[in-house]
Structures are given as C-alpha cells and as structure tokens.
C-alpha cells in the first residue's frame, strides 16, 4: 500500500529497491499534484514492465477523472489504452471504513482547499494502525485520525509561522498531548522546518526512513 504518489514516488521506491509492480493499492489523501502527480509514471511503468497485479487507486471523490486527466496531460491518450494490468478506483467516504485489499480504510475531512474534499487517513491493517494527516491545518479530526495509531504522520510546514491550510510544528506540539497514538513522525516540511529540526522534540522523518511496527 502506497499513500499518497507525489511527482518523484517512482524515483523514490526504485532507490529503496522497492519493484513498483509489488504497489498493489495507491490512496490519495487529496487531489494536488505534489501528492497524486507520480501516478501517471506509475502506470505508464507498469505498462513498460509488462505488469500484470491489477492497481487500485482509493482517493476523494473525483479521483478517477483528476487522475486520467493528469495522464493526458503528461501522455496524450494514456488513460485509454489496452493494459495488462487493471487500473481500478475507489472512492473515499468521510468516516466510511472501506475495504482496499487487505486493509480497511478510514477517511477524515481535514482543511485543505483542494478542489474536492481533503482527508486524513488511518490505515488499519490486523492489529496495526498507521494514520496520515494529509495537507491541513489544525483540525479536530487529526485527534480521531490518530487516536490508537501505532504511527501517526503528521505534516509541520512551517516551525512557528501560521498559514491557512498547512500545520505548524508548535501547533502539533501544542496538541500533542490530544494524540492518542504511541509515535508522531513529522513529514511535509519546508526549508524553514528542517533548518530548525533540531528544536523540535517530535521525530522528523528522512527520506527513505524504514520504520517497523
């Protein structure tokens, strides 16, 4: 299961050694490009080698059409050419616990303006739970999102300075204590946020960061 696929996604797992023919389920927490842009490599790489496992692609409503569109943006006339390998969607409903493969998903509107609604997503997988704040400014339902996660991934745009629609590393901080989860990692962050990393006593992710639950 892959969340969210931003432009450089396939770069990223093939440099983990990851085959991104084993990604069977992409979900998309909303319908920006920095986090559904790679879909479109993705498929077309599919395609190049030679997949088979069907791709299922679980997003806000509005993703099948968003998604084919970008295709033809980037390859004219890729969204409708015979495949080995099903491209299959499936919409996300707010506080709808949907099935998608092996894991249950649950979508949370958070605030984020994006054309369709944004989420946050907890992912429940047997007894593990992973959840992802998604873009979004402070929002009461990051407290349910992440309540009994094992790992909660939260955006930290900025270290202190507010902006509509994005989460700030002392808003967290200051929330922290509503998080019922065992680990907050922080991801999303600008310039600004990673030269004052060190000041924050919440873990900051690093790419290609392996965490076992």
Known sequence: VLIDCGASSLIALKRAGLDPSEIGYVLLTHLH?????????LVL?????????????????????RVEAAMEVFFPGSSKVDRRFAVEFVEL??????????ASVTAFVVKH???????????????????????????????????????????????????KYHLNYQTLRENRHRLECRRVVLTHMSADMLSRRSEADVECA???????L
């Open 33 to 41: 490009g920095d986090h559904f842009g790679g879909l479109p490599f």
């Open 45 to 65: 790489d599919g395609q190049f080698s030679r997949r088979t496992r069907p791709l299922v692609v679980g997003g806000p409503p509005g993703v099948r059409e």
């Open 93 to 102: 409903r707010e506080r709808e616990p949907t099935l998608v493969g092996p």
């Open 113 to 163: 303006a994006s054309g369709a609604p944004a989420y946050a997503l907890r992912v429940e997988y047997g007894e593990r739970v992973i959840s992802y704040s998604g873009d979004t400014e402070w929002t009461e339902s990051l407290v349910e999102a992440a309540r009994g996660a094992g790992l909660f991934v939260c955006e930290a745009y900025f270290f202190e300075r507010k902006i």
């Open 206 to 212: 690093d790419d290609g960061q392996v965490i076992t």
